[in-house]
T-cell receptor, first 110, second 114 residues
Framework: GDSVTQMEGPVTLSEEAFLTINCTYT??????LFWYVQYPGEGLQLLLK?????DKGSNKGFEATYRKETTSFHLEKGSVQVSDSAVYFC?????????FGAGTTVTVRA | DTAVSQTPKYLVTQMGNDKSIKCEQN?????MYWYKQDSKKFLKIMFSYNNKELIINETVPNRFSPKSPDKAHLNLHINSLELGDSAVYFC?????????????FGSGTRLTVV
């Protein structure tokens, strides 16, 4: 079945550092890809999405590009802030189901 | 206005009890879901209803029973609670035909079984 694999955490960074979280997927069709963020004690919020190959999703300084040739959707941010500390989930949607990766905990230190 | 709302936010109960979690969405979506998030933050889909019809029923103990009285509501009833049921349960909704869109999630219900 369709699945998502993302890099294990936790990841600890200093403010203004560059963040990359790797995500690869396995799918039989052409899924839509998403990144969700979960801040401490809260629910999941959609961060960005891409619906077809070479699409780039972006929001709040985060970017991810749908790479069909490498089946990847890596999340990047050029300069993180303490407020970016959260758990980040890569997800793919096919048919009726949204399947999530295991989540990557990111901690940004001042 | 809250798009997807769950009640209660916290639920502490003893083993063997029966409890329910309620979910309502005001987005006009036709599909609703229940997810379970364990202590390691792993998210697993449990159930999905489309226009009150069950369309996803993952491998979940039959102590868990979803009920959808209408397409804006999806409740989760759990019988004979066990310690392993302790988790955060998230409700979500989407428009099933809009595959390009993700789900909208509620803020979660933290269930603790003691």
């Amino acid at each position: 079945g369709d699945s998502v694999t993302q890099m294990e955490g936790p990841v600890t960074l200093s403010e203004e550092a560059f963040l990359t979280i790797n995500c690869t997927y396995t799918a039989t069709g052409y899924p839509s890809l998403f990144w969700y963020v979960q801040y401490p004690g809260e629910g999941l919020q959609l961060l960005l999405k891409a619906t077809k190959a070479d699409d780039k999703g972006s929001n709040k300084g985060f970017e991810a590009t749908y790479r069909k040739e490498t089946t990847s959707f890596h999340l990047e941010k050029g300069s993180v802030q303490v407020s970016d500390s959260a758990v980040y989930f890569c997800a793919l949607r096919s048919d009726y189901k949204l399947s999530f990766g295991a989540g990557t905990t990111v901690t940004v230190r001042a | 206005d809250t798009a997807v709302s769950q009640t209660p936010k916290y639920l502490v109960t003893q083993m063997g009890n029966d409890k329910s979690i309620k979910c309502e969405q005001n987005l006009g979506h036709d599909t609703m879901y229940w997810y379970k998030q364990d202590s390691k933050k792993f998210l697993k889909i449990m159930f999905s209803y489309n226009n009150k019809e069950l369309i996803i029923n993952e491998t979940v103990p039959n102590r868990f029973s979803p009920k959808s009285p209408d397409k804006a509501h999806l409740n989760l009833h759990i019988n004979s609670l066990e310690l392993g049921d302790s988790a955060v349960y998230f409700c979500a909704s989407s428009q099933v035909a809009a595959a390009n869109y993700g789900y909208t999630f509620g803020s979660g219900t933290r269930l603790t079984v003691v």
